[in-house]
């Protein structure tokens, strides 16, 4: 039986979801037409026939790519304003960052990637556009943390923050989009995990002791 024939709408679809992969390995100046056309399973000339140039199918990748961060901040809860709903926040964006591969995001994350070795335009725009959705979320649980004397000192700027634990996650995630994680962490998946929160709660200031008691509490729940 013949394969059907797809429409236009969706082999344009299918060549955007090809140039998804491609762009993240190699970035927009790395990747070519012939590359895409291959993922996509068609002649390059077809490519041209939906799209009249790479910069045009780049774009069409991003506004994907938008769609689908503005699709997770709806769907994932802001933190909770104490200092046990900061750490559980990052503990779900580690766990997140420890799926790898497998993670939603992780073509766009490695488009992010790219873009920071190379002219840095759409890592910028993905990174403000993810403060700005995120920061206000962030400063309550912070603030609030702060309030439980959890968090002493000098306060760090919230927008920095951010900007740190998502460093952190974007690294684990990175590491774990290889059959074998390319960063020879020590222990196993789970000391990964505990040590990666204790890393981020010290980090933003969160004393020890109430590091240990969330994670305490995580493991009496994982029991």
Excluded: W
Excluded at 21 to 46: C, M
Excluded at 50 to 77: C, G, M, W
Excluded at 102 to 122: F, H, P
Aim: hydrophobic share 40%.
């Amino acid at each position: 039986m013949p394969t059907p024939r797809l429409s236009s709408s969706d082999r344009r679809a299918s060549i955007i979801a090809a140039a998804r992969t491609v762009f993240a390995r190699y970035g927009l100046e790395g990747a070519r037409t012939q590359q895409i056309a291959q993922a996509a399973g068609v002649s390059e000339a077809l490519i041209f026939r939906h799209f009249s140039n790479k910069t045009a199918i780049y774009r069409a990748v991003l506004r994907e790519v938008i769609a689908d961060q503005d699709a997770a901040f709806r769907t994932a809860p802001l933190p909770e304003p104490s200092t046990f709903g900061l750490l559980d926040s990052i503990r779900r964006m580690l766990e997140h960052a420890l799926r790898g591969q497998g993670a939603g995001n992780a073509d766009g994350m490695r488009m992010v990637v790219g873009s920071l070795a190379g002219d840095g335009g759409y890592a910028r725009l993905v990174y403000r556009r993810a403060m700005r959705l995120s920061r206000a979320g962030l400063e309550r649980a912070l603030a609030a943390a702060r309030e439980e004397g959890s968090i002493t000192g000098e306060p760090m700027s919230v927008t920095n923050a951010s900007a740190f634990l998502e460093h952190v996650s974007t690294m684990i995630m990175m590491a774990h989009c290889h059959e074998q994680s390319a960063i020879p962490y020590d222990e196993d998946h789970d000391r990964l995990l505990r040590d990666a929160i204790s890393f981020c709660g010290r980090g933003i200031g969160i004393s020890d002791e109430r590091i240990r008691e969330f994670l305490e509490s995580m493991s009496a729940q994982m029991a």
